[in-house]
């Protein structure tokens, strides 16, 4: 099977902007996590998405949104961009959403905002 | 709030020492419990997971974790670490609201 793709793998932004970001579950995953990673502060968990529904959310302003398509690809989106947004943001697939399953992550998208 | 915290955010050993890395967590219920590896330039992977059964688990590359329900812990062990153990080390928590919470990490560096 495929992995968890995500696209752009790099992103040069301004502040102001807006950015949104992609990603492609394993097949058959049908729920979607992403989290910012940046360094000394690990990864953030900034939401998760089951069946185009999201279900669990992290304490990141509501510049920052997404949303989940029938297929379960995964889009997020953060508008009025701020340097500190600056970050590797991942995206995990699972199969489900319980306890007893792995997530699986993709390679990242590295944003800088200038 | 649910927290996970590493002990170390860096370690440097030689080539042979013992690795021990500290992990412990917040949280009441149940958990499942994982450490993620990041090498340099690649994507984070599993390195092993608790869900349930055997405290005592063994991952991939010889490294092995134990679950102490009573300490909230659950550390990461390797007797004999190697150049090419070199990575960024994450420690996480899945809990009951299935959200999954990492640790800060804990940079590797192992020198040859």
């Known amino acids: 099977k495929a992995g968890v793709t995500q696209t752009p793998r790099y992103l040069i932004k301004t502040r102001g902007q807006q950015v949104t970001l992609s990603c492609s579950p394993i097949s058959g995953h049908r729920s979607v996590s992403w989290y910012q990673q940046t360094p000394g502060q690990g990864l953030q968990f900034l939401f998760e998405y089951f069946s185009e529904t999201q279900r669990n959310k992290g304490n990141f302003p509501g510049r920052f949104s997404g949303r989940q398509f029938s297929n379960s690809r995964s889009e997020m989106n953060v508008s009025t961009l701020e340097l500190g947004d600056s970050a590797l943001y991942l995206c995990a697939s699972l199969p489900g959403l319980g306890l007893g399953e792995t997530q699986y992550f993709g390679p990242g998208t590295r944003l800088l905002v200038l | 709030a649910q927290s996970v915290s590493q002990h170390n955010h860096h370690v440097i050993l030689s080539e042979a020492a013992s690795l021990e890395l500290g992990c412990n967590y917040s949280y009441g219920g149940t958990v499942n419990l994982f450490w993620y590896v990041q090498y340099p330039g690649q994507h984070l992977q599993l390195l092993l997971k608790y869900f349930s059964g055997d405290p005592l688990v063994k991952g991939i590359k010889g490294f092995e974790a134990e679950f102490i329900k009573s300490k909230f812990s659950f550390n990461l062990r390797k007797p004999s670490v190697q150049w090419s153990d070199t990575a960024e080390y994450f420690c996480?928590?899945?809990?009951?609201?299935?959200?999954?919470?990492f640790g800060a990490g804990t940079r590797l560096f192992v020198k040859a």
């Open positions: 996480a928590v899945k809990t009951g609201g299935f959200k999954t919470i």
